[in-house]
């Protein structure tokens, strides 16, 4: 295997060692701003620092310090005692935007997870895990949204790279708000896609599908994909960003299952992002691993040999990987 050069980061030593270690005040002034709602308020407008602080019942005081900060990180613009938004934050920051970044107030949710990472490197176990049963409504709509931003976004080039010619009937595992199983449909009117996930974010597929029409389309399954039935007959099932949040052996469990649930010949496609062999880089996949050591009991950012092996023992044949665009990866075998 061809070792990857990763670039090194820039500056000095002690800049790098410097900006990281402040890097948190930069993340706070902004996910506060976007948990206040600050761009949305403001909006196409340019409103004084005392307008936006009648508008969000803040102090003032502390509300010109938060705005100063984020013109000072250039997602706001500052004239003639008005703040406005840039392109970037109309375009990503203002709800109702096509490119909204729904994710962030997700993001902000996971402050406290990683305020307890001392105590959690300490014990191997999260500080105060809770399971998705146990989450609180907000958290569990603020999860939906992240990973449904992204998916929409994603999944018409990652369904693109699979051959759905003779796909009639998919089951998507951990579907969430049904973004892949829509771009399923879209690629192939064809399809029937059933939705399998927890009650508590099922509810919002179901919306999805009467807002959508689909009822003759997508077909929603509460329960728990790890213990209840997953129905027969599919001739793929998908799983997105799901084997991550368990262990390898759930995991093996879980596709055994798979295997069962499918027809003879039928597909099984996972989609991760996968870590090189060494655990180190990409960067961005090493903190993720970190996220899930401390918001999962056993969940962690895989390498493509890992998935192999989970898909071998769950009696897969023919596994291949098929990297796409955004820094994930397929992982396909067959029955």
């Known amino acids: 295997m061809v070792k990857k050069i990763y670039p090194k980061h820039k500056g000095s030593g002690l ?37 936006i602080a009648r508008i969000l019942n803040t102090d003032f005081r502390a ?47 996971l402050w406290d997870s990683w305020s307890d ?5 300490r014990s191997g176990q999260p500080a105060n895990y809770k399971n998705l049963q146990e989450k609180d409504e907000k958290w569990v709509e603020s999860f939906a949204n992240s990973t449904d931003w992204r998916a929409t976004m994603e999944a018409p080039e990652i369904l693109s790279h699979l051959n759905l010619k003779n796909v009639k009937k998919v089951l ?28 508590e974010v099922i509810r919002f597929t179901m919306r999805m599908i009467i807002d959508e029409d689909l009822q003759d389309k997508i077909f929603p399954i509460s329960g728990d994909f790890n213990e209840d039935d997953l129905g027969s007959g599919y001739d793929l099932i998908f799983i997105s960003n799901v084997l991550n949040l368990y262990s390898i052996w759930d995991n093996v469990k879980l596709l055994q299952r798979c295997f069962d649930a499918l027809n003879h010949g039928g597909q099984i496609v996972v989609h ?5 062999d060494d655990r180190t ?4 996949f090493a ?37 796409t665009k ?10």
């Open 272 to 276: 991760e992002m996968i870590i090189d």
């Open 287 to 323: 903190l993720t691993s970190i996220n899930l050591l401390v918001n999962t009991l056993r969940g962690g950012v895989y390498t493509e040999t890992d998935l192999w092996i989970i898909l071998k023992e769950a009696w897969f044949r023919d596994v291949v990987k098929i990297d």
């Open 63 to 109: 509300t010109e310090r938060l705005l100063s900060a984020l013109c000072g990180m250039e997602l706001l613009e500052f004239n003639d005692l008005h703040y406005k938004n840039t392109d970037d934050s109309m375009k990503h920051l203002v709800h109702g935007s096509p490119e909204y970044l729904g994710n962030l107030e997700h993001v902000a949710g």
């Open 281 to 284: 880089h990409p960067l961005k």
């Open 15 to 51: 800049e790098f060692i410097l900006d990281t270690a402040l890097a948190f005040q930069k993340s706070k002034v902004l996910l506060t701003a976007c948990e206040l709602d600050v761009f949305s308020i403001i909006g196409d407008e340019a409103l004084s620092a005392e307008e």
């Open 172 to 199: 998507d595992i951990g579907g969430g708000k049904g973004a892949y199983a829509k771009s399923f449909i879209e690629l192939n009117p064809n399809i029937k896609v059933h939705v399998i996930d927890y009650p």
């Open 117 to 121: 990472l001392i105590q959690v490197i």
């Open 326 to 335: 955004y820094e994930s990866s397929l992982m396909v075998g067959y029955k």
